[in-house]
């Protein structure tokens, strides 16, 4: 099913502003949608107001074309999945999965048979007559999402369904939940605080702050063309370099003149508008190369060097104090206490006019 | 304290296992398992006076009640109960509490009031504690502490108005007794005090589990009796024996609200084998007060169980 959010807002009684604002967002058939930001930036406000949880301010909710506004939440062909799995403490698990059934008064054989159905898929055929506080929290993912699933819902809503897991887990769960996208293939709604979730799981992410959709694309969008200083800071880990400077004479001079950036023959284009006015550049710590084209290098004093196995993450500082992070390949020798020449892949490097907060090319 | 083969100074316990086998440790090389720190002798002898205090404390309870249960069954007592050493066992007070007097219809009476205080306290509790906790409404907060500021004038202060409600609402609904006038008294109190106590439960149970239910299709009703009823139900069920219990502990409201002897609870129809001369038959009053005392602690072994897997059950997260 589609869904569309048309020019949504919504305010909270008793407050002064608006959590959201002028909200439009197109979701697709079979998308896997991940809702990322911040907390606090109404990420899950805007999940409670597709799920009917929440009522919505202004502006049209569409299912289908169908406007959904004032449609009780148990008529909009939806399931959810809580970030604390709100499981019915006392009931059994099959008796969890088949609630949704039962209150729509199915046939007794036919809830029987889609919370087999739904056991099967998720391995849980054999704590089905187990209450949920006898079994493990992974478990208790699976009969959450069970009971999501046995309503055959057009949209699934997921609201943090892994940050209660510890971290082997949440991987393990973040492929099953792929895995079962795919066969079911039916459209997911999640909404999340962790990148690592949105850039693995999502065939499209919508990144929020402060109420506002600051960039909607694939996975690769956000991480490679960020559309504005903040996508670029919160997107990556560890997160991208943000340099000020100035663009004097065709070149990205930072601030404390200790860093010089030649811009290729495309970005040029883009940045001749901004001679002689304040532009941040952004460089990805793995974009980091040893001489690079126009020769345009800078020196490092390293503090740090955490190793990861496959990489090595550098904490570094320029002479007069900027931190740098640079992350180079494992087996590469590097060591703290020690200074380094560095220089730039010039095609990755982004650059953002500081006054608006927007790319530039 | 190692055993004694290590060549240190044996001592006092050990010494005095030696003499007496009774004193002996069953493991002599017991591990220490405690997760305190061993005692002091400081500790010992605090701990020594602690026990002693609880024992006394203990005695100061217990004593009157098997005072009272033995003389219940003393045969050699009659009219004023006397401390004495002779026993017999005997039913008769207790035949005399069931054929003389109207205990029957007091016991009739107390649960009549007891069970609808708690059907009713229960019932409305459900509601206001739910309400609460759930939803935000206009004079929410002040209503709330209208209901705890209430709570701090004692009932009996409005026994006036109570005489006067009940003779408003008596010439309205004729069959509207003095009894019933108790148990509106009794729930009142109890409907208030709980509405407190049953909202910190059910804040304490998440509202995702109200939500969850919503988009399962349950009615605001429905979320109540299905879900949290049922998760709620240890407090409910502490509330409902608290209620239950009342009215066969009160003597004071029935004692000048109810008129006729025929229509007293318990704690006021015993009170009559003690006060009057006419009526004195304190060993029939320790028999009544023996039997009142079976059904609750009945109702509380039953419950007990309930009650207390039903706190550890609560829980929903990991």
């Not at chain 2, 109810?258 to 028999?287: C, E, H, I, K, W």
């Amino acid at each position: 099913m589609k869904v569309v959010l048309k020019n949504i807002g919504k305010k909270y009684e008793g407050r002064e502003e608006f959590t959201l604002k002028n909200i439009n967002l197109e979701i697709e058939e079979q998308e896997f949608c991940v809702i990322l930001g911040p907390s606090g930036c109404g990420k899950t406000t805007m999940l409670r107001m597709i799920a009917g949880l929440n009522s919505i301010t202004e502006g049209d909710l569409l299912f289908n074309d169908k406007r959904m506004n004032k449609v009780a939440p148990k008529d909009r062909d939806i399931a959810m999945v809580f970030q604390s799995y709100a499981l019915y403490p006392h009931m059994t698990v099959y008796e969890n999965m088949a609630f949704s059934l039962t209150m729509r008064k199915e046939r007794k054989s036919l809830i029987d048979e889609r919370v087999q159905e739904a056991a099967k898929v998720l391995q849980m055929e054999e704590n089905l007559y187990v209450k949920p506080s006898d079994i493990s929290g992974g478990q208790r993912q699976r009969v959450a999402l069970g009971r999501a699933m046995v309503r055959n819902p057009k949209v699934f809503l997921m609201d943090e369904p892994l940050s209660n897991l510890d971290a082997k887990l949440r991987e393990h769960m973040r492929v099953e939940l792929i895995r079962l996208h795919k066969q079911l293939g039916t459209t997911t709604i999640y909404v999340t605080h962790d990148q690592t979730e949105a850039m693995t799981m999502a065939s499209k992410i919508v990144l929020m702050d402060d109420g506002i959709i600051q960039q909607v694309g694939k996975p690769d969008d956000l991480y490679m063309r960020p559309k504005n200083l903040f996508v670029a800071a919160f997107i990556g880990s560890p997160s991208m370099n943000i340099i000020k400077g100035k663009i004097e004479q065709g070149r990205f001079i930072s601030d404390n003149r200790l860093m010089m950036i030649t811009p290729t023959k495309t970005h040029k284009e883009g940045l001749e508008a901004f001679e002689g006015k304040s532009v941040s550049a952004g460089i990805r710590p793995e974009r980091f190369e040893s001489g690079g084209e126009y020769g345009d290098t800078f020196n490092v004093n390293v503090d740090v060097v955490e190793m990861l196995g496959k990489e090595k993450i550098l904490y570094g500082k320029l002479d007069d104090g900027k931190e740098l992070i640079i992350s180079t390949p494992g087996h590469y020798k590097y060591q703290g206490g020690e200074r380094y020449a560095f220089g730039y892949d010039l095609e990755a490097i982004h650059y953002f006019d500081q006054e608006t907060g927007e790319r530039i090319n | 304290m190692n055993n004694s083969n290590n060549g240190h100074k044996k001592t006092f316990l050990e010494r005095m296992g030696e003499k007496f086998p009774f004193f002996q440790r069953k493991n002599k090389n017991k591990l220490y398992l405690s997760d305190r720190q061993p005692l002091t002798l400081q500790g010992k002898i605090g701990l020594g006076i602690a026990h002693l205090v609880l024992i006394l404390w203990a005695v100061i309870i217990i004593w009157p009640l098997y005072q009272m249960v033995v003389s219940a069954f003393n045969g050699l007592q009659d009219g004023y109960l006397v401390l004495n050493r002779n026993f017999e066992f005997s039913l008769k007070h207790f035949e005399y509490l069931f054929n003389e007097t109207l205990y029957l219809a007091w016991v009739r009476n107390t649960l009549f009031i007891s069970i609808s205080t708690a059907l009713l306290t229960l019932l409305f509790v459900s509601f206001t504690g739910y309400a609460y906790s759930r939803y935000r409404f206009k004079g929410r907060k002040s209503s709330l502490m209208a209901i705890l500021l209430i709570q701090t004038i004692p009932v009996f202060a409005g026994i006036t108005a109570f005489f006067t409600m009940h003779s408003i609402l008596s010439s309205i609904f004729p069959y509207f007794s003095r009894q019933m006038m108790l148990i509106l008294i009794y729930s009142g109190g109890a409907i208030a005090a709980n509405t407190f106590i049953l909202k910190g439960y059910i804040d304490s149970i998440s509202t995702e589990l109200d939500d969850a239910a919503k988009i399962d299709g349950c009615s605001n009703m429905q979320i109540y009796r299905l879900i949290i009823m049922p998760v709620a139900k240890p407090m409910l069920m502490i509330i409902g024996l608290w209620s239950f219990i009342g009215p066969f502990m009160d003597f004071l409201m029935p004692r000048v609200l109810l008129t006729s002897p025929r229509s007293y609870t318990l704690a006021a129809g015993l009170f009559t084998l003690v006060n009057d001369f006419r009526t004195m038959n304190q060993p029939a009053f320790a028999a009544g007060g023996l039997l009142t005392a079976i059904p609750i602690v009945l109702l509380f072994v039953s419950l007990q169980g309930q009650l207390v897997s039903g706190l550890s059950k609560g829980s929903v997260k990991g």
